[in-house]
């Protein structure tokens, strides 16, 4: 059980590591803009804020990273910390801009979560 949390853990972290790439790198060209549901025009005026999204997603990522890094009990606490704030904004996102977020982000959040209580 504690590898399949931990294969659950890594998986959230490498979509945020996606989202980082979409959000920082990618947000003008055609894979950002499809992703996000976004005009061209309406991309290029919102660049650096997609930017700045990407960024906090990247420190989202690193957190759940270190956690796998570190392992035991202080590897659990930084997972947990890091899943719940992925949950958290994944909820928050669906409930003010897409509801796809619940699904994209939250949802593998709180299963990756719930793997990693059950295991312990």
């Known amino acids: 059980m504690p590898l399949l949390a ?15 790439v979409l959000e920082m790198f990618l947000w003008t060209g055609p ?3 499809k992703a996000f549901g976004l005009t ?3 991309a290029e005026q919102t660049r650096v804020l997609g930017a700045n999204q990407g960024l906090y997603n990247g420190f ?3 957190g759940l990273l270190f956690g796998l890094y570190l392992g035991g009990e202080q590897g659990f606490l930084f997972k947990a910390f ?8 994944g909820m928050y996102g ?8 619940l699904f994209v982000q939250a949802l593998p959040a709180a299963i990756a979560l719930a793997l990693l209580v059950l295991a312990r």
């Open 6 to 20: 931990n294969i659950a853990v890594a998986a959230v972290a490498l979509l945020h590591v996606y989202i980082l």
């Open 31 to 33: 894979a950002g803009r």
């Open 40 to 42: 061209p025009e309406f």
């Open 60 to 62: 989202l990522a690193a």
């Open 82 to 89: 890091f899943l719940t704030c992925v949950l958290v904004a």
């Open 94 to 101: 669906a409930a003010t801009a897409s509801r796809k977020t």
